[in-house]
């Protein structure tokens, strides 16, 4: 199983990017797929979760800006990042609390990590 993210880059701020996070491999099922980011120097921190069934969950800094979606035919989960700021630099990891075929079910599956930053 592995999870793919793309879309990281540096924009002005103000801007707006999009994340992608696909999710490949011998998976059963999907339940929780969630952003998580890191800014240097601190820790990782929530920015996004969705479930299975859609209800969604935010930090606090990023309401109202960010919004999270996913696609469960495609394994997809999306971070749309509106009105960004020098704050929201950072290398963002989506996340998937997933079963395998074998099942074995965890909620540890993370990508590679993209980077975006915000800066003029």
């Known amino acids: 199983v592995q999870l793919q993210a793309s879309g990281g880059g540096l924009v002005q701020p103000g801007g707006s990017l999009r994340l992608s996070c696909a999710a490949s491999?011998?998976?059963?099922?999907?339940?929780?797929m969630g952003w998580y980011r890191q800014a240097p120097g601190k820790q990782r921190e929530l920015v996004a979760v969705?479930?299975?069934?859609?209800?969604?969950n935010y930090g606090d800094s990023v309401k109202g800006r960010f919004t999270i979606s996913r696609d469960n035919a495609k394994k997809t989960v999306y971070l749309q990042m509106n009105s960004l700021k020098p704050e929201d630099t950072a290398v963002y990891y989506c996340?998937?609390?997933?079963?395998?075929?074998?099942?074995?079910?965890?909620?540890?599956?993370w990508g590679q990590g993209t980077l975006v930053t915000v800066s003029s």
């Open positions: 969705i479930s299975s069934g859609g209800t969604t």
């Open positions: 996340n998937a609390d997933l079963c395998d075929i074998t099942p074995t079910c965890s909620k540890d599956y």
């Open positions: 491999g011998s998976i059963l099922s999907i339940w929780d």
